[in-house]
């Protein structure tokens, strides 16, 4: 499995980006983002249950940022809203294996698959 992650940018506060993870094939059971600033740990964004769409997010970005997916093109997409300079980071897509439960879509360890990261910037 590989996944392709895309979209990141440069933006002023208050803008939007969106981003898209493209999969190879997807078998997971869920597909997280997550993103890392620098000195910082792997921090969760959001997740989506492939198969019920049901979609849960990181308390920093409940709200602004909207996880969601098209089926027949093996994406996902992260649409973020009203920036914030905390927002900057390399985001990362990710993918779990099939058996995965909800308990732990927030850490990073129980993911099997990852994409490459994607560099959003947000100046002031």
């Known amino acids: 499995v590989q996944l392709q992650a895309s979209g990141g940018g440069s933006v002023q506060a208050g803008d939007s980006l969106s981003l898209s993870c493209a999969a190879s094939?997807?078998?997971?059971?869920?597909v997280a983002w997550f993103r890392q600033a620098p000195g910082k740990e792997r921090e969760f964004v959001a997740a989506?249950?492939?198969?019920?769409?049901?979609?849960y997010y990181g308390d920093s970005v409940k709200g602004r940022f909207t996880i969601s997916r098209a089926l027949a093109e093996n994406t996902v997409y992260l649409q973020m809203n009203r920036l914030k300079p905390e927002d900057a980071a390399v985001y990362y897509c990710?993918?779990?294996?099939?058996?995965?439960?909800?308990?732990?879509?927030?850490?990073?360890?129980?993911?099997?698959?990852w994409g490459q990261g994607t560099l959003v910037t947000v100046s002031s």
């Open positions: 094939e997807l078998k997971s059971r869920f």
């Open positions: 990710a993918g779990s294996g099939t058996g995965m439960i909800v308990s732990s879509i927030r850490f990073p360890r129980h993911y099997l698959y």
């Open positions: 989506l249950e492939w198969k019920t769409r049901y979609t």
